[in-house]
């Protein structure tokens, strides 16, 4: 079973920042959080993925809280591209006991003109 | 750089007849996993293999299923006498293992359709 909770859907309007929370409770120390997402059809595609600090990169932001019990992916000016369905992960990130990928039901963004 | 690539995108076969679905990693790669996502459903993950290894195939169902990633050429997943039941699409996705950071990069998929 996924080991994160996420909202089943959630609609944003295009050029504002989407706000993509995740809850974690039962993160273990040495896991990571990683989020994916699946544009219609394709294959899963890597966003980010942190540990306890803030990350960004070229296609978004992730903010873990201090306790690491919940996180939030942003997007920051959402585009008509970015609709899809969105999976925060937990996870270890190396090593043979980190390899499979458990997905939850994830959120499915839309984003509207 | 190619990505994951998987053949052939799209499979049709009849009830009883074997699948065989290639997938080639990442140029570097030494990891593949498979994932299987059944219509209106999520992904699941079905096996992970190193080269000449399999590590984990606890998502692989008990009988007619296979998987391999021999020292040269692609990972394949074999199905053998198939039923509509597995029609389903099959992502691959690859690694480099302890090299990386625990990212996964996934191949399009294979659209199988059992008649």
């Not at chain 1, 706000?19 to 990683?34: A, D, K, M, R």
């Not at chain 1, 996180?71 to 369905?85: E, F, G, N, Y």
């Amino acid at each position: 079973d996924a080991k994160t909770t996420q909202p089943p859907s959630m609609d944003c309007a295009e050029g504002r920042a989407a706000n993509l929370p995740c809850n974690h409770s039962t993160i273990s120390g040495n896991e990571y959080v990683y989020w994916y997402r699946q544009i219609h059809s394709q294959g899963p595609q890597y966003i980010i993925h942190g540990l306890k600090n803030n990350e960004t990169n070229e296609m978004a932001s992730l903010i873990i809280t201090e306790d690491r019990k919940s996180s939030t992916l942003i997007l920051p000016h959402a585009t008509l591209r970015d609709t899809a369905v969105y999976y925060c992960i937990v996870r270890v990130a190396t090593g043979n006991q980190g390899g499979k990928l458990i997905f939850g039901q994830g959120t499915e963004l839309s984003v509207k003109p | 750089n190619a990505g994951v690539m998987q053949n052939p995108r799209h499979l049709v076969r009849r009830r009883g007849q074997e699948a065989r679905l290639r997938c080639s990693p990442m140029k570097g790669h030494s990891h593949v996993y498979w994932y299987r996502q059944l219509p209106e459903e999520g992904l699941k993950f079905m096996v992970y293999l190193q080269k000449e290894n399999i590590i984990d195939e606890s998502g692989m169902p008990k009988e007619r299923f296979s998987a391999e990633f021999p020292k040269e050429g692609p990972s394949i997943l074999r199905i053998q006498q198939v039923v509509r039941g597995d029609s389903a699409a099959y992502f691959c996705a690859s690694s480099p293992g302890l090299a990386g950071r625990g990212e996964q990069f996934f191949g399009p998929g294979t659209r199988l359709t059992v008649l």
